[in-house]
T-cell receptor, first 115, second 112 residues
Framework: EAGVAQSPRYKIIEKRQSVAFWCNPI?????LYWYQQILGQGPKLLIQ????????DSQLPKDRFSAERLKGVDSTLKIQPAKLEDSAVYLC?????????????FGNGTRLTVT | GESVGLHLPTLSVQEGDNSIINCAYS??????FIWYKQESGKGPQFIID?????DKRQGQRVTVLLNKTVKHLSLQIAATQPGDSAVYFC???????????FGAGTTVTVRA
């Protein structure tokens, strides 16, 4: 099966600019996640969708980050305005719905550098 | 999860030897655990998982051990190969939802 697709692979922007990342999950996976991975650390959950509804966005800095999952398939994550500390890899993951004990499948991420 | 005491941020292993990577998790109610491998420039890749009603599970060249009494998880890699060089993360799943919390990671370097 095709894996989780993310684009772009790399993005360099200046602080205060805006940026958007795109994710296409594995076909049929109802649950979609965005994780932030700062260099040298484990991934940290930003937001979790179940179909097109938000399940958990408690760790999302809502003053500058937003995410949507239209039609319950693809998702976009936006940062506006970006700060230097947003430099990280943004990982998208998906998993089947309702399967406790099913691992998350990750994309290769988008590496964001804010200068 | 977080690491306390047993977690080593780096591990150097001779090719052909067995590797043991340790992880201490934080939530005693967690019901599902996963080990991921992350190579440079790639996303985390699933290695093996285990549910809380088990204490051992074996895969191909890998074994995961779960000790719920001390909230400890370990990954054993048999006959370590150069391709096993990567960062390894343990993750615990919050019961009742599908959120994964990741540990700090262990960088494994295989010496030829």
């Amino acid at each position: 099966e095709a894996g989780v697709a993310q684009s772009p692979r790399y993005k360099i922007i200046e602080k205060r600019q805006s940026v958007a990342f795109w994710c296409n999950p594995i076909s049929g996976h109802a649950t979609l996640y965005w994780y932030q991975q700062i260099l040298g650390q484990g991934p940290k959950l930003l937001i979790q969708f179940q179909n097109n509804g938000v399940v958990d966005d408690s760790q999302l800095p809502k003053d500058r980050f937003s995410a949507e999952r239209l039609k319950g398939v693809d998702s976009t994550l936006k940062i506006q305005p970006a700060k230097l500390e947003d430099s990280a890899v943004y990982l998208c993951a998906s998993s089947p719905q309702g399967q406790v004990g099913s691992p998350l499948h990750f994309g290769n991420g988008t590496r964001l550098t804010v200068t | 999860g977080e690491s306390v005491g047993l977690h080593l941020p780096t591990l150097s292993v001779q090719e052909g030897d067995n590797s043991i990577i340790n992880c201490a998790y934080s939530n005693s109610a967690s019901d599902y655990f996963i080990w991921y491998k992350q190579e440079s420039g790639k996303g985390p890749q699933f290695i093996i998982d285990i549910r809380s009603n088990m204490d051992k599970r074996q895969g191909q060249r890998v074994t995961v051990l779960l000790n719920k009494t001390v909230k400890h998880l370990s990954l054993q890699i048999a006959a370590t190969q150069p391709g096993d060089s990567a960062v390894y993360f343990c993750a615990e799943k919050d019961p009742g939802d599908y959120k994964l919390s990741f540990g700090a990671g262990t960088t494994v370097t295989v010496r030829a």
